[in-house]
């Protein structure tokens, strides 16, 4: 039998060539590949044809590009000239709903540390600003950071601080390294702090912790740049192991501030403010921890404990103390250790991995609120524990 004759004979019944696969599984597995490889043909079409889609459609492929797999397509945005407008609409899209908007930054802040598109983001002449930093979970911002004030310089500059402020450890010293790259001035940065500061006030959530200690590397940093090259080094040591308390401390910094000001500038209005406001987070702070722990010391003295007289009646004496400080200061507490409530996000700290929403919770301290009617806000939540 010739060649072209066996293989057109019958094939016994039962048999399958060799490595052959089911005709559905081909089927399906031919139908994964040319969607997927239609996918690809689409987000690698001509860049004119999403540039004008809608707002979701251009957010896929925004997103698309910014991976490894969209290199090509942007090095062709780049050579064809349409990189300026695909920066036009990135920067117009980052305007649009909130999860959208953080998609289209992070985008805008990888592109912006390419050199080559800096130019193209510049000449866009879009006004722009991203969600507040908070909407960034898990985010690094300090791309975000470089690409604003690359962009907007100072007027992006509270949005820079209060991202500084609210991130802790290496992200937050990564973000002041690059606003102080940036050399802009100190009343410029003063007046970003004092943005910062007032936005965090006006919050429901307690204040971020250690917010004076970034201040004050934040200033530090910036100050070192125009420090005088030939500084006494060994004066400046011997002055900085000296103990000066907090009024002696924040008449230093307001002097050596203005000092570093320019000459039209007056140091009373800002500087004064934003240290003066510092001062009081932290106090305020520290005085809402003290009068967390007031009913438990109270409940302590009324005990029949081996407790002297003379130890309950200084007890007492401190715990009236803290009182009238934190009345002075609109403070109050909410709730009564050991009694039982709904977890609420608002007022509970939310550190307990075994409370859900809807746990019921027993309070340990109670929940410490600052202000009067429409101003009153939570300054210290309470911690609590599975009832």
């Given amino acids: 039998?010739?060649?072209?004759?066996?293989?057109?004979?019958?094939?016994?019944?039962?048999?399958?060539?060799?490595?052959?696969?089911?005709?559905?599984?081909?089927?399906?597995?031919?139908?994964?590949?040319?969607?997927?490889?239609?996918?690809?043909r689409r987000r690698g079409s001509d860049p004119m044809t999403w540039l004008t889609a809608d707002d979701a459609a251009f957010a896929e492929h925004a997103r698309w590009l910014g991976s490894a797999k969209g290199r090509a397509t942007r090095d062709r945005l780049?050579?064809?000239?349409?990189?300026?407008?695909f920066a036009a609409r990135l920067l117009s899209a980052a305007n649009g709903e909130t999860a959208r908007q953080v998609e289209n930054w992070k985008l805008v802040g990888y592109l912006f540390a390419q050199e080559p598109w800096q130019a193209h983001l510049r000449a866009a002449g879009i006004a722009s600003a991203p969600p507040s930093p908070r909407s960034f979970g898990g985010v690094s911002l300090t791309p975000i950071v470089h690409a604003l004030l690359g962009l907007y310089d100072k007027d992006a500059l509270a949005w820079c601080v209060y991202a500084y402020l609210t991130r802790t450890g290496s992200a937050a010293t990564d973000i002041a390294d690059v606003i102080v790259a940036h050399a802009l001035t100190l009343d410029a940065i003063l007046q970003a702090i004092e943005a910062a500061l007032t936005e965090l006030a006006a919050e429901p959530d307690a204040q971020p912790s250690?917010?004076?200690?970034?201040?004050?590397r934040l200033l530090t940093q910036r100050l070192a740049t125009t420090a005088a090259p030939h500084t006494n080094n060994s004066a400046v040591a011997r002055i900085s192991s000296l103990l000066f308390n907090r009024e002696q401390t924040a008449a230093l910094?307001?002097?050596?501030?203005?000092?570093?000001l320019p000459a039209d500038v007056s140091p009373g209005d800002n500087l004064h403010d934003a240290v003066a406001e510092t001062a009081w987070i932290e106090a305020d702070d520290a005085l809402a921890r003290a009068l967390q722990q007031t009913p438990a010391l109270r409940e302590a003295i009324r005990e029949?404990?081996?407790?002297?007289?003379q130890l309950r009646n200084q007890?007492?004496?401190?715990?009236?103390?803290?009182?009238?400080?934190?009345?002075?200061?609109?403070?109050?507490?909410?709730?009564?250790?050991g009694s039982e409530t709904t977890f609420d996000p608002i007022k509970h700290a939310q550190d307990d991995p075994r409370i859900t929403p809807t746990s019921r919770v027993r309070l340990i301290t109670p929940t410490?609120?600052?202000?009067?009617?429409?101003?009153?806000?939570?300054?210290?939540t309470a911690d609590v524990e599975p009832a």
Avoid at 13 to 24: C, I, L, Q, R
Avoid at 304 to 309: E, G, K, M
Avoid at 315 to 337: D, F, H, N, Y
Wanted: zero cysteines.
């Fill in 1 to 40: 039998m010739t060649q072209k004759a066996a293989a057109g004979a019958p094939k016994p019944a039962g048999s399958k060539p060799a490595g052959s696969k089911p005709v559905a599984s081909r089927s399906a597995a031919s139908k994964a590949a040319e969607s997927k490889a239609a996918t690809s």
């Fill in 78 to 85: 780049l050579r064809n000239g349409l990189a300026s407008e």
């Fill in 210 to 216: 250690g917010i004076p200690g970034k201040i004050a």
């Fill in 253 to 260: 910094i307001a002097a050596m501030l203005a000092a570093q």
């Fill in 304 to 309: 029949p404990t081996a407790l002297s007289p």
């Fill in 315 to 337: 007890i007492g004496a401190i715990i009236q103390a803290v009182r009238t400080s934190a009345a002075k200061r609109e403070l109050e507490i909410e709730g009564s250790p």
């Fill in 368 to 380: 410490v609120f600052q202000g009067r009617g429409a101003n009153r806000r939570v300054l210290r």
